[in-house]
């Protein structure tokens, strides 16, 4: 049974279909969304840390001086939360991922310091940006969701990028009807969207 809120899970997956439903687009996505919230956490390992590891010996010594509790952690925590509390199986997976990215970025941004790091982190930021607008553009002929509701769009695509690996691959539901739900929401939502801009042209 679906959760409503802010954790409607079939709203949010309606939501974000709505704006990817072009298979080379949502493919495009697939390939980007991860690595954007990746080198934003590479990004986010020079910020300060809340907390210092070593002093409670969690690590051994080579690791504590690269595994920063800093924004980033923070960043990946938030996320990795939210994520459970939408969907305790699929939002796990995605959990693991976001600190798996945590990790990676500690230790890439401790390799290249912050002089090429950011550099690094803008070239991939903008390869990965241009690529999902001319997936809209190209494909879907649809601005991208962000344009509508950025907070939302930018929170919830990781998962959804992963969702829809699970559900396309493996045909997972969080709950019976839940894909049948979303697709007649999704379509209902592009009817609207195309009514909409039919009446603009007219």
Not at 11 to 22: D, E, P, Q, T
Request: with cysteine; hydrophobic share 50%.
């Amino acid at each position: 049974m679906g959760k409503e809120g802010l954790f409607d899970l079939e709203r949010h997956f309606a939501f974000y279909g709505a704006y990817h439903s072009n298979p080379i687009n949502m493919f495009i996505h697939i390939l980007f969304v991860w690595p954007i919230f990746f080198t934003t956490l590479v990004l986010l390992y020079f910020t300060p840390s809340i907390f210092n590891l070593p002093q409670i010996g969690f690590l051994p010594d080579g690791f504590n001086h690269v595994l920063l509790l800093n924004f980033g952690f923070l960043f990946a925590l938030i996320y990795a939360t939210f994520f459970v509390l939408l969907d305790k199986k699929a939002g796990s997976l995605a959990a693991l991922l976001c600190f798996g990215c945590w990790v990676g970025s500690c230790f890439l941004g401790s390799h290249l310091g912050f002089s090429l790091a950011w550099k690094v982190v803008l070239a991939a930021q903008l390869f990965c940006w241009i690529g999902q607008f001319i997936g809209h553009g190209l494909f879907e002929n649809r601005a991208p969701a962000l344009l509508d509701n950025l907070v939302q769009a930018l929170i919830f695509a990781p998962f959804f990028v992963l969702f829809e690996v699970l559900q396309t691959t493996f045909g997972y539901e969080p709950y019976p009807g839940f894909s049948a739900n979303v697709k007649t929401k999704v379509g209902a939502e592009i009817k609207e969207w195309r009514d909409k801009k039919q009446k603009k042209i007219s």
